[in-house]
C-alpha cells in the first residue's frame, strides 16, 4: 500500500479487521512487600507482575539485620532489569530506588544491549525517585563468598591488606542459599555454610547467612550465565545500610574478559549506588596466581569448595570439570594434593573430559600455558596441549 494515505476511520477498519496489528508488549511491574518476620530470620519480598505471570522474588537474613534493611527498593531494581529487557518490557516499580542507581542502570542496560541482541533497552518508572542524603558510614566492605578459589582469593588478599591503596576495610563475607546450592538442599548448605565459616573466622571475618528464590525465577528467562551478576548485586544492595563497599570476585584475568558474562569488569560497579560501591576484584590475576597467594590459608587448604556438580554440595567430587581443573591449578603451585580434594585426577580422566568452545575450553587454555610458563613437564600438561 505504498503511497496510499489513510484516513483514520480507514485506519481504525483495517484495526479491528486485524490486518494492522500492533504487538503490545507487557509491563513488568514490581509490587515491593512489607518485611516478615518467620523464626529467627526476616523475609523481604516483591511480587512481579508481567502480563499474565506473577512471581514472589523474595530474600531472607537474620533477625538481627532487620534494623538495617532499606527502604528504597533499589536491590529489586537490580535483580529485575535483565528480565526486562529480555521481553522489551518497561519496568513500574512501585516503591522508591536511588536517583544514583537509576543513573547507572542506564549505562547498564546501554552494556548490555549491546553483547545481547535479544536485550533492549527498557524505560524505567518509579514511584519516587530518591536524590540520596545518606548519614556518612563507617568505612566498612562486605564480600559475596562461596567458598571457591575466586571469592577466597578476594577475601584473604584484603583481609591480609595485600592490596596496597586498593584494600578494602573487609569486615564480612555473605554466603548465599539458591545460587550454586539449590533451595531443594538445605542441609549441604548448612554444611557448605559450616566450611565457609570456618574459613572466614580464620582471617577474623564474619559470615552473613541468606537465602534467595532468584533462581527459581530468572534461570528460565535468561540463565545463570548472564544472570549471576544482578543475582550478587541484588543481594549486596540489601546491606547497604551497613557496608560502604562490597566485593564482587572475579572469574576471569584481564587477559581472558569475554562478553556477555553475568559477573564482569565493565558493569558489575554499575549495580552500586551512593550510598554502597560494588567492587569487581582480582581480574590482575588468573586462577594459578590466586591459588598461589592463597596456599598459606590453612583453613581454605581443608575446606575449599569448587565444585557445584556433585552430589553433596559441600564437598568436591574430584571428576566434574571444574574440580579437575582447580586441581591441576594446585599442581602447579603446591608439591602435594590440597585436602580439600579427597582424590587425585588421573591422565585417563583428563583424557576423556569433553571441553567445549567457550569457558571451560578457555580455562584450560589458561591452565596449559601457565604450567608451561612454570616449566611444569609431566604428562598432564602434554594431554592438555592436545586438548
Keep these: 500500500m505504498a503511497g496510499v494515505r489513510l484516513d483514520l476511520s480507514s ?14 508488549k507487557p509491563v513488568l511491574h514490581v509490587w515491593p512487600q512489607l518485611a516478615e518476620r518467620k523464626n529467627n530470620t526476616v ?28 527502604t528504597n527498593s533499589d536491590n529489586f531494581l537490580i535483580a529485575v532489569v ?9 519496568i513500574q516499580l512501585h516503591g522508591s530506588v536511588s536517583a544514583s542507581l537509576l ?45 571457591g578459589l575466586d571469592s577466597s582469593y578476594t577475601v584473604y588478599r584484603h583481609a591480609k591488606n595485600l592490596v596496597g591503596r586498593r584494600t578494602q576495610p573487609l569486615r564480612s563475607g555473605v554466603f548465599v542459599h539458591g545460587f550454586d546450592i539449590p533451595l531443594t538442599e538445605q542441609d549441604g ?50 546491606l547497604q545500610n551497613k557496608f560502604s563497599s562490597a566485593l564482587v570476585a572475579s572469574s576471569y584475568n584481564y587477559q581472558m574478559l569475554t562478553f556477555p558474562n553475568g559477573s564482569n569488569a565493565i558493569t558489575d560497579s554499575m549495580m552500586g549506588n551512593n550510598q554502597i560501591s560494588i567492587i569487581h576484584d582480582g581480574s590482575e590475576d588468573n586462577r594459578t596466581g590466586k591459588s598461589r597467594l592463597i596456599a598459606d590459608w590453612p583453613e581454605a587448604m581443608q575446606h575449599l569448595r569448587v565444585c557445584w556438580q556433585g552430589k553433596y554440595k559441600d564437598i568436591n567430587c574430584c571428576e566434574c570439570e571444574k574440580c ?61 596441549r592436545k586438548k
Excluded at 218 to 234: Q, R
Excluded at 335 to 363: A, N
Design 11 to 24: 485506519f481504525l477498519s483495517l484495526i479491528f479487521q486485524g490486518k494492522i496489528i500492533k504487538k503490545v
Design 189 to 238: 548448605y548448612d554444611r557448605a555454610f559450616k566450611k565457609a565459616e570456618i574459613m572466614l573466622n580464620s582471617i577474623d571475618l564474619s559470615i552473613i547467612p541468606m537465602a534467595t528464590n532468584f533462581r527459581d525465577i530468572m534461570d528460565p528467562y535468561l540463565g545463570w550465565i548472564n544472570t549471576c551478576g544482578v543475582a550478587l548485586g541484588s543481594c549486596l544492595l540489601l
Design 324 to 384: 579437575i581443573r582447580n586441581i591441576l591449578t594446585f599442581r602447579i603451585t603446591q608439591e602435594s594434593l590440597p585436602d580439600c580434594f579427597q582424590k587425585d585426577v588421573s591422565d585417563k580422566m583428563l583424557e576423556r573430559i569433553s571441553l567445549q568452545v567457550g569457558g571451560p575450553l578457555d580455562s584450560f587454555k589458561s591452565l596449559y600455558y601457565s604450567a608451561a610458563q612454570s616449566n611444569v613437564k609431566d604428562a598432564w600438561v602434554e594431554i592438555l
Design 43 to 70: 523475609k523481604v519480598s516483591a511480587r512481579l507482575v508481567m502480563g499474565e505471570a506473577t512471581h514472589e522474588l523474595w530474600y531472607t537474613l537474620p533477625t538481627s539485620y532487620e534494623s538495617i534493611l532499606p
Design 82 to 90: 535483565l528480565m526486562a529487557m529480555r521481553h522489551s518490557s518497561e
Design 103 to 147: 543513573s547507572n542502570i542506564d549505562e547498564f542496560q546501554a552494556a548490555w544491549s549491546c553483547w545481547l541482541e535479544d536485550l533492549h533497552v527498557v524505560p524505567i518508572y518509579v514511584d519516587r525517585e530518591l536524590n540520596e542524603v545518606f548519614d556518612q558510614l563507617e568505612a566498612a566492605a562486605v564480600a559475596t563468598f562461596t567458598g
